[in-house]
């Protein structure tokens, strides 16, 4: 059902609040739960209401094309189990989520710390470097691409496609002709690419996930082709872009409030919460679409079957009524033995990310290692945010290492 018309308007996303949207939030938030966009979806502003949204299975994720890209079909828009529903999301996600193993992320440990002080120790010696393209980009790249078998001379190419992917998902009606069409030769020569991959590693498998999907699909019909092209694109952007948000904004977060690294440098156990109060206090993925499968009430609103909602987990992870201090960033605030509640960032039911364990340990580790190695972190420019919506973060960051 219709809500009632409101005064109250909503303009997070316009351009000239990029750099701080949750302002913004705040207004739509106190005002509303729900607010109808004009664009044939009710956007979700509070904690409560989001996280019923999200945790609920009858509200599915499947037509988020239908919602944000209209076009998706003609131009093949790859994303394989994001926008599925049981029982093919099941399928699918049970496939990849052995890639994700607790043991297979802890293993990880030695060589995610390699690259992290690695990365600190070039930036240290430069003295000032762009850290988005030292340190926040490369991280989880490398990590995916050598997860999933990816060779080194390749990740250049992934680099070059990502973002072009990532503004990609934000809907078209906010994508320029140009933004639409680098979306869709990215999607294609990815999906080239992995053709050409696979085919490899069917002649000379190798222990990484592109050579286990491609084994999969030889042994039956439990995933198609396309299937298994998609969740190769999916599993690469998803497993990097996201995380470089997530490093880029906690950078900025402690270059901003110096009190917390120093807090970080004495207590490196609160590495851990603070990249989960870093997911919180500045998300990287800010909205994400549901419909009602059914007739479906949430808070004072009843849903009619094919509704569209979104979730604004942006607004909802400020939520003062969920968060103390919600506009504070405070890396004490998931330490052990405290009761804050969950954020948002990782979603929550059938959809939780699948890679949550691996940016948390990503997050840890590069936290740890700052704290251990960097006395200083200043700016040495302005941050500079790319226009993206969905999937939000710097496109420059420069900073002082010392």
């Not at 998300?283 to 009843?302: I, K, N, Q, W």
């Not at 969920?322 to 954020?343: I, L, M, N």
């Not at 960097?374 to 945010?385: C, D, Q, S, T």
């Not at 939000?392 to 420069?398: A, F, K, N, S, T």
Request: charged fraction near 25%; proline fraction near 8%; charge should be negative.
């Amino acid at each position: 059902m219709n809500a009632p018309a409101s005064p109250v308007v909503f303009d997070a996303f316009a351009p000239e609040h990029r750099a701080d949207p949750y302002s913004r939030y705040a207004l739509v938030r106190e005002a509303v739960p729900f607010l109808d966009s004009g664009m044939g979806v009710e956007f979700v502003t509070r904690h409560a209401e989001c996280s019923a949204v999200l945790s609920e299975t009858a509200w599915s994720h499947r037509d988020e094309a239908e919602i944000f890209h209209p076009d998706a079909e003609r131009v093949d828009l790859p994303t394989s189990f994001l926008w599925m529903d049981p029982p093919d999301h099941t399928r699918l996600r049970s496939l990849v989520s052995k890639a994700f193993t607790p043991k297979v992320v802890v293993d990880l440990t030695p060589r995610i710390t390699e690259l992290v002080t690695g990365m600190l120790d070039s930036a240290l010696a430069a003295g000032t470097v762009e850290a988005i393209e030292a340190i926040a980009y490369p991280l989880p790249l490398i990590v995916i691409c050598e997860l999933m078998g990816v060779p080194e001379p390749d990740q250049a190419m992934v680099h070059r496609l990502g973002p072009a992917l990532a503004r990609g998902f934000d809907p078209d009606p906010v994508l320029s002709p140009q933004e639409r069409r680098a979306r869709d030769e990215a999607s294609r020569e990815l999906l080239d690419y992995f053709r050409t991959l696979i085919a490899r590693r069917r002649e000379h498998p190798r222990d990484d996930l592109v050579s286990a999907l491609g084994a999969v699909h030889d042994r039956g019909d439990t995933l198609t082709e396309h299937e298994m092209l998609a969740t190769c694109i999916t599993l690469l952007i998803a497993g990097h872009e996201t995380t470089v948000n997530m490093v880029g904004n906690g950078l900025l977060a402690l270059q901003r409030n110096p009190a917390q690294l120093d807090l970080l440098r004495r207590h490196p156990e609160f590495a851990r919460s603070a990249a989960d109060e870093i997911l919180r206090y500045d998300s990287p993925v800010h909205m994400t679409t549901r419909t009602a499968r059914r007739e479906l009430v949430v808070g004072d609103r009843t849903f009619a079957a094919g509704e569209h909602v979104c979730v604004l987990v942006g607004s909802a992870n400020r939520d003062p009524r969920v968060f103390d201090r919600p506009d504070e960033f405070d890396v004490t605030r998931y330490a052990p033995g405290t009761s804050t509640p969950r954020h948002l960032g990782f979603a929550l039911g059938i959809h939780y990310c699948m890679g949550a364990a691996l940016a948390r340990l990503e997050g840890e580790i590069l936290l740890t290692e700052l704290a251990r190695r960097v006395r200083v972190l200043e700016p040495a420019g302005e941050p500079v945010y790319r226009p993206n919506l969905l999937i939000r973060g710097l496109r420059e960051l420069p900073l002082t290492f010392r």
